[in-house]
């Protein structure tokens, strides 16, 4: 009985010594072959680094306001008899708006008037009479004096008229209207805006680290989400002598023309300065680049021969490079690459340092300095 039991336990040992070894012979076969594997080439479009002229932009973002514009208001109490505007019309200067009640000025005028004129009269009979000495210096001092007097006191009857008279101080066009007939005005109490849209103005911050390369006359380039696809070219008009304490930036005022008043004040605007200088810059597309927190990087193609066939085939190395600026679909590149290397356009993400490759470009997108993509 022991015996059996003995050799039981040597079997199962056996078995288990076997099944062992034959595992073993297994994972160090699966191991060889991994070693041996080649992992088919990775279908890829490329690019060629090449040098291109960029032009020195600042970029920034602005506000539209008017070359000229007031909200008109009453500078005296009185009633409104006349509304002489339509809403949202063109005016030219000196064009009748509101007409306030002057009627009692109308008269006190005519009373004003009449005063002046016998001061007047009486002027010019002390000059007679002083002229054959029958009154005195004074007297003729004195009938001065009270026609000016009168002569003042129609000025002023005249300028309340005038000021109740209310007229657009330049050509523009109006807003809303904000009165109606018969309400009383208080001096202050708004009218109507008036605002002359063509030309222009776009003010717009920049830092004062970008001061030196700022003067009137360069060149802007306006885009606004009011005009679709449209960029509105100007010129800088005014640079601010002052910076601003608080946010360290410089407030520039560029002129645009706007002659389908299309633009109004207080639209927001992407506003684009053109420096005179241009850049040369190595650029490739933004899809090369494969991004990582630890440094950049993309893949360059090089040729290379299979080490057991010999036949001809194309290889990928990772190359770590230092990105610059970024225009539309292409990005510059600082240092890590050389002019007319080819690198990997797109897939980056898949690929790894030595890699196998096969290019085909004729599915490679199309990369533009200012693309335009539908809004679908």
Request: charged share 20%; glycine share 6%; aromatic share 4%.
């Amino acid at each position: 009985m022991k015996k059996r039991i003995i050799f039981a336990i040597l079997g199962l040992i056996v078995l288990i010594a076997a099944l062992g070894g034959i595992k073993v012979l297994q994972i160090g076969r699966m191991i060889a072959q991994g070693k041996q594997f080649a992992p088919p080439p990775e279908t890829v479009t490329t690019a060629v680094a090449q040098q291109d002229t960029w032009e020195s932009l600042l970029t920034s973002v602005g506000s539209l306001e008017a070359f000229q514009g007031v909200t008109v208001t009453a500078e005296l109490t009185g009633k409104v008899v006349q509304i002489a505007f339509k809403p949202g019309t063109m005016v030219a200067v000196g064009d009748l708006l509101v007409q306030q009640d002057i009627s009692s000025e109308e008269a006190q005028l005519r009373a004003a008037e009449a005063t002046a004129a016998l001061t007047r009269l009486n002027l010019e009979r002390s000059r007679e009479l002083l002229a054959r000495k029958m009154i005195s210096q004074s007297e003729l001092d004195n009938s001065q004096a009270n026609f000016k007097q009168a002569a003042a006191q129609s000025d002023t009857i005249r300028a309340a008229i005038a000021k109740k008279t209310i007229r657009a101080p330049f050509a523009g066009r109006l807003g809303i209207r904000l009165v109606n007939l018969g309400q009383i005005l208080n001096a202050g109490d708004a009218i109507v805006s008036l605002q002359a849209l063509d030309p222009i103005f776009v003010d717009f911050l920049l830092p004062q680290q970008q001061l030196a390369q700022l003067k009137p006359g360069l060149t802007v380039r306006v885009a606004s989400d009011a005009l679709p696809g449209q960029v509105i070219t100007g010129k800088i008009t005014a640079v601010n002598p002052q910076v601003d304490a608080a946010t360290r930036n410089i407030r520039v005022q560029a002129t645009l023309a706007n002659p389908d008043e299309r633009l109004r004040p207080g639209m927001f605007a992407n506003v684009t300065v053109v420096l005179p200088a241009q850049e040369k810059l190595l650029t490739i597309p933004a899809t090369a680049v494969l991004y990582a927190p630890y440094s950049d990087s993309v893949f360059v193609v090089e040729e290379k021969r299979d080490e057991k066939s010999g036949s001809p085939g194309k290889v990928v190395r990772q190359q770590f490079v230092r990105l610059g600026e970024k225009r539309g679909d292409f990005v510059a590149i600082a240092s890590g690459l050389k002019e007319r290397e080819t690198i990997v356009s797109t897939g980056v993400f898949k690929l790894r340092n030595g890699q196998a490759v096969v290019v085909d470009n004729t599915l490679a997108p199309e990369f533009k300095l200012a693309p335009k993509p539908e809004d679908n």
